[in-house]
């Protein structure tokens, strides 16, 4: 079965552009999620999407946004970028059916560089 | 939301050696999991592990979750295990909570 994958590998950017960062969940997984990964934050949670709704948000500004299409497969958003944005973003796959109880397999990344 | 703390922050072994990472959870966990990140970022799947024990190889991991505690356990540190290990534990919410992680590297 093929893993997470996740587009682009990498990215540059400058500040003030908007990006748009793909992610193809495990075959037959419903749940995407988003992670942010910064040297001085860690990993944080973006949000979360199943059956094309977002269920569950972390605390990110609202230029952070996202969505899912009809064959689970989810796109994240950042408009307005801004060096802080600079990060290794890494979504997550899991079944997400039987609410807390799935184990989530992670993608390989798109790294961020805003200038 | 729950806080994870990882001890110890960096561990540096001989090859060869055996070594104990530790996390603790703030709050009861329905789910805990162990993540080894390699060079490239990526997160590889280690130990899904809420409660009781599980063994994979030279690895294994217990997590106690009525003290709110994960153990995990190195055996025979090669080179190939140096890196960055990450515990991550949920609660209700299909979000994992990170702790800060610990560098391992293992040297010949």
């Known amino acids: 079965k093929a893993g997470v994958t996740q587009t682009p590998r990498y990215l540059i950017k400058t500040r003030g552009q908007q990006v748009t960062l793909s992610c193809s969940p495990i075959?037959?997984?419903?749940?995407v999620s988003w992670y942010q990964q910064t040297p001085g934050q860690g990993l944080q949670f973006l949000f979360e999407?199943?059956?094309?709704?977002?269920?569950n948000k972390g605390n990110f500004p609202g230029r952070f946004s996202g969505r899912q299409f009809s064959n689970s497969r989810s796109e994240m958003n950042v408009s307005t970028l801004e060096l802080g944005d600079s990060a290794l973003y890494l979504c997550a796959s899991s079944p997400g059916t039987s609410g807390a109880y799935n184990e989530q397999f992670f993608g390989p990344g798109t790294r961020l560089t805003v200038l | 939301g729950i806080q994870v703390e990882q001890s110890p922050p960096d561990l540096i072994l001989q090859e060869g050696a055996n070594s104990t990472l530790r996390c603790n959870f703030s709050?009861?966990?329905?789910?805990l999991q162990w993540f080894h990140q390699n060079p490239w970022g990526q997160l590889i799947n280690l130990f899904y592990?809420?409660?009781g024990t599980k063994q994979n190889g030279r690895l294994s991991a217990t997590t106690v979750a009525t003290e709110r505690y994960s153990l995990l356990y190195i055996s025979s540190s090669q080179t190939t295990d140096s890196g960055v290990y990450f515990c991550?534990?949920?609660?209700?919410?299909?979000?994992?909570?990170f702790g800060t992680g610990t560098r391992l590297t293992v040297i010949p």
């Open positions: 592990i809420p409660s």
């Open positions: 999407y199943f059956s094309e709704t977002q269920r």
């Open positions: 709050d009861s966990v329905n789910n």
């Open positions: 075959s037959g997984h419903r749940s």
């Open positions: 991550a534990a949920k609660t209700g919410a299909n979000n994992l909570f």
